[in-house]
């Protein structure tokens, strides 16, 4: 199986400054068809999770373009480009290679 | 606009058998490339996949729990089961139906989840 390793687990944020969540995965997640299948869910307290990136970079509908995703290969970024207090959560990578594998999800907090 | 909600008991015992129904709308079942799949949170974890049944009712389960997982499609009534056996405590968790969309190779849209205990 495909194993999903995010960093930070916790961060704390200062609202209106940058925030970026790493995720690695034990192996290239590039599909033969050229696409790269990484997205990324912001779970906010309480609620179910809902998907902010799909194919490594692509904003879902309704996502503020705050956020970004990027990377190939293994190694994959989620930026804030200005963190806002609704942001807070955790953030979860989740490969679909292989099945499908989430990371252990990283807690977003406000300092 | 598409919905999702799960439906099933709160608590079941040991080595019972757990079935838990989503029941969809805003969505055709026949129509490529969607699926429905199921997600589990055990309290303060993370996100674990479990199932997913396609349009075409193609079945994908989870490795480790394949041996325990049933997944099925009832198109008629817009509803999709799961069942697991063997409950163990350790299944304790928040069970999530999602949407599939294969374009995006993303879960788009969840339901709110239901809270499963496992006890005697």
């Known amino acids: 199986d495909i194993v999903m390793t995010q960093s930070p687990l916790s961060l704390p944020v200062t609202p209106g400054e940058p925030a970026s969540i790493s995720c690695r995965s034990s192996q290239s997640l590039l599909h033969s068809n050229g696409y790269t299948y990484l997205d990324w869910y912001l779970q906010k307290p309480g609620q179910p999770p809902q998907l902010l990136i799909y194919l490594a970079f692509n904003r879902a509908p309704g996502v503020p373009d705050r956020f970004s995703g990027s990377g190939s290969g293994t190694d994959f970024t989620l930026e804030i480009s200005r963190v806002e207090a609704e942001d807070v959560g955790l953030y979860y990578c989740k490969q679909a290679l292989q099945r499908w594998t989430f990371g252990q999800g990283t807690r977003v907090e406000i300092k | 606009q598409i919905t999702l909600k799960e439906s099933g008991p709160t608590r079941v015992k040991p080595t019972e058998t757990l079935t838990l129904t989503c029941t969809f709308s805003g969505f055709s079942f026949t129509s490529s490339p969607v699926g429905v799949g199921w997600i589990r949170q055990p309290p303060g974890k993370a996100l674990e996949w479990l199932a997913l049944v396609y349009w075409d009712d193609d079945k994908r389960y989870s490795s480790s729990l394949k041996s325990r997982l049933t997944i099925t499609r009832d198109t008629s009534k817009n509803q999709v089961v799961l069942t697991m056996t063997n409950m163990d405590p350790v299944d304790t968790a928040t069970y999530y139906c999602?949407?599939?969309?294969?374009?995006?190779?993303?879960?788009?849209?969840w339901g709110q989840g239901t809270m499963v205990t496992v006890s005697s």
């Open positions: 999602a949407h599939y969309y294969g374009d995006y190779v993303a879960f788009d849209i």
